[in-house]
């Protein structure tokens, strides 16, 4: 016959009154949902309230004080002291854990009960002070669901009332802006008021310079990568969207369309696009421009148009990567190095429909190519054109002189004036200046290059294999 022996259970504490008598490693977890001076108070007397209740109780050993600060309780994935406390509680360091309140502990009901029925499996009670519920007794449970239910209602109510708070402040104009996250402005002295820092503002009309060259946004990051600026979110790294977003954004002409976004998730914090389901708000002249509206309208069109490039898909690359199209077949002229091998390396532009189709097929495009320093030869010639006989719009010498610093408006000036006395590539730092000026240029099969500059106007240069502007050895 079996012999059967009875091994005691190890007794685990179902009231609060047994488990202040026995001998249980005890935690306390704390928490405030932002991180104002007051707040920050509440979470140091939290703290040193329950540092001085454990220590000071026999039997009972401190482990640790968990807490989060400065943040929701909506949802406990977000919380890295709760995570490290429950943590702890599956390796056994903890027996017991205490806490100001259910809306404390999480104001999400999944979140609180889910956790709280894991501790209940490795026999860890959590007793609740304000309401008096201690987890592991027999009606605790239940009447945890019914309080967790309230408490997440009470944080519905509490996110609509700041939602409505939102909206009602879009109605009345007044715009805010995530300061640590956007550059160029600092929040004001008065609550609603931005103000442009100047050592940011400079990365934005970086931007905007480097985007009328001829730079597509992947481009400008690398740059501004290189140049080691710091990206709107800390650091330096950069993402070309990020580059987008800055060029479109309308708070850099001074003004703010609010309400873009909204939440529709309270308990996840997730949030879209508005798309029309909420109204929006434009506000006009809401604070100071870093940015001209000229300057910043034009942008908006150009982007317009390199979306609608007709020559397959724009490459901003270098400056005159897709500013200059060939005429005859549609292409864009792309460089390309000739006698690699030599001391007579030079670079030369011709049309990419040249082997589209292939080196001996009849409809490859022959139209001129045109040498490096004849293409810069036709750029200062119309900025020369621009300038000295003033054929262009005031406005645009107002854009030129905003987006240039105002040593390289000066160097800009006097090449131009010089033009005709000396090679101008010499007197300029940058070339790229000289790209600005052009919005596009076409080869045309006559011999000519029709240029369209930055106001809308065009002028002809007519190309000319005597000075060096074409490249007679791969003409057809």
Request: hydrophobic content about 35%.
């Amino acid at each position: 016959m079996a012999n059967v022996t009875k091994i005691k259970a190890t007794p685990k504490p179902l009231t609060m009154k047994e488990a202040e008598k026995r001998n249980l490693k005890v935690a306390a977890y704390a928490r405030v949902s932002t991180d104002h001076e007051d707040q920050q108070t509440s979470l140091a007397a939290q703290t040193d309230y329950y540092w001085q209740m454990i220590n000071s109780h026999p039997g009972w050993e401190m482990v640790k004080i968990y807490a989060d600060e400065g943040i929701s309780g909506l949802s406990a994935k977000s919380r890295p002291a709760f995570q490290e406390m429950m943590e702890a509680c599956e390796k056994g360091e903890i027996d017991l854990i205490l806490t100001k309140s259910i809306s404390r502990f999480a104001r999400n009901t999944v979140d609180s009960i889910t956790a709280i029925r894991k501790l209940k499996e490795r026999g860890i009670g959590v007793f609740f002070e304000k309401e008096n519920i201690y987890s592991l007794d027999s009606k605790g449970e239940f009447i945890l669901t019914l309080m967790s239910s309230l408490a997440q209602e009470e944080s519905r109510s509490i996110s609509e009332n700041v939602a409505w708070g939102h909206r009602k402040r879009f109605a009345d104009g007044k715009s805010s802006l995530a300061y640590s996250r956007f550059l160029g402005y600092d929040r004001g002295p008065n609550k609603y008021e931005m103000v442009i820092n100047e050592e940011q503002a400079v990365i934005v009309r970086r931007i905007f310079y480097l985007f009328l060259v001829g730079y597509a946004p992947a481009t400008i990051a690398k740059i501004m990568e290189k140049e080691g600026r710091i990206a709107p979110a800390g650091g330096d790294r950069w993402n070309p969207q990020t580059v987008r977003r800055m060029l479109e954004n309308e708070k850099y002409k001074g003004d703010a369309l609010l309400q873009k976004e909204f939440t529709v998730d309270f308990l996840r914090k997730k949030s879209k696009k508005n798309e029309g389901e909420l109204p929006q708000y434009y506000v006009e002249n809401d604070h100071e421009a870093i940015i001209s509206r000229e300057l910043f309208d034009y942008v908006q069109e150009e982007i317009k148009n390199r979306l609608d490039f007709k020559a397959g898909r724009y490459s901003g690359v270098a400056p005159f990567t897709s500013k200059l199209l060939c005429g005859k077949c549609g292409e864009k002229f792309g460089a390309k190095q000739l006698h690699s091998n030599s001391r007579y390396k030079k670079t030369v532009w011709m049309c990419n429909g040249r082997y589209g189709h292939g080196r001996g097929s009849e409809n490859r495009c022959m139209i001129h190519c045109i040498y490096d320093e004849g293409l810069t030869r036709i750029v200062y010639w119309a900025a020369w054109k621009l300038f000295i006989r003033r054929k262009i719009k005031k406005v645009v010498i107002a854009i030129l002189s905003e987006i240039l610093p105002e040593e390289r408006m000066e160097d800009v000036e006097k090449a131009l004036v010089k033009l005709r006395d000396m090679p101008a590539q010499r007197l300029l730092r940058d070339d790229d200046d000289m790209a600005i000026f052009m919005r596009q240029l076409i080869v045309m099969p006559e011999g000519t290059v029709e240029i369209t500059l930055i106001d809308g106007s065009t002028i002809t240069y007519i190309l000319n294999d005597e000075d060096g502007t074409i490249h007679k050895e791969v003409l057809g």
